[in-house]
């Protein structure tokens, strides 16, 4: 009965000791994620007080332009701000807006064009994308689809310095263009989510090598030159 007693003590202690190390690498994972893609991307991050060198292009990420209970939705709105406002500073000459367009309700790019066009942004200086499911995708499109090797991004922080990862991964030449980060306890929904995307992106990168869901055909973007 000792014995018996013993090995139960023994199987619980080692229940536990294996519980905590599951649940420390639940926490740990994420926060080194965290901090490694930050690092990656700090050093490439502008915003309206340190304006980014010039480039051709700047790839705006998409969202919905509504929440779910049909209240707007500030991430689309300060992202859209952002661009406008990038693009009369003179920095940028085109924009590659790239969303979700799963179906023929839900489309992300042209709710940015058309919130770019009100904005003053000329339709001779947007693309369109349809196929950014993922920020992965779109990232990847914006160089094999339409010909882009160094490209700004623009999007709230957390999304830039992913997408700045994603990019940098993959040969891209990226910079990151901050919109402002909403306040609020959608935010912070939005900021428990990026931890967990964080280590997807880095196993997207790492392991599997995860590759746009629609790659091709080739559409560069021809600039406009007056």
Do not use: W
């Amino acid at each position: 009965m000792l014995r018996l007693f013993h090995k139960l003590r023994l199987h619980r202690r080692r229940l536990l000791i294996t519980l905590a190390l599951l649940l420390a690498s639940a926490l740990l994972i994420p926060l080194a994620a965290d901090r490694y893609i930050h690092r990656v991307a700090a050093p490439h991050l502008f915003h309206a007080d340190n304006l980014p060198p010039h480039h051709d292009v700047a790839l705006v990420l998409g969202t919905s332009p509504t929440l779910p209970n049909g209240r707007r939705n500030l991430f689309f709105t300060y992202r859209i701000d952002a661009a406008a406002s990038l693009f009369a500073s003179g920095r940028i000459k085109h924009l590659l807006l790239s969303g979700d367009n799963h179906t023929t309700t839900y489309d992300e790019p042209t709710a940015m064009r058309d919130a770019l066009l009100a904005r003053g942004v000329p339709a001779s200086a947007i693309t369109l994308d349809y196929a950014g499911f993922r920020t992965l995708d779109s990232v990847l499109r914006a160089r094999d689809v339409f010909g882009q090797s160094r490209i700004i991004i623009i999007s709230q922080p957390f999304h830039c310095e992913r997408a700045i990862y994603l990019a940098r991964s993959a040969g891209i030449d990226a910079s990151g263009y901050i919109a402002q980060d909403p306040a609020g306890i959608a935010a912070t929904k939005v900021r428990v989510r990026e931890s967990i995307a964080r280590v997807q992106a880095i196993l997207d990168t790492t392991i599997f090598k995860t590759q746009p869901k629609f790659p091709g055909p080739a559409q560069p973007i021809q600039l406009v030159t007056n």
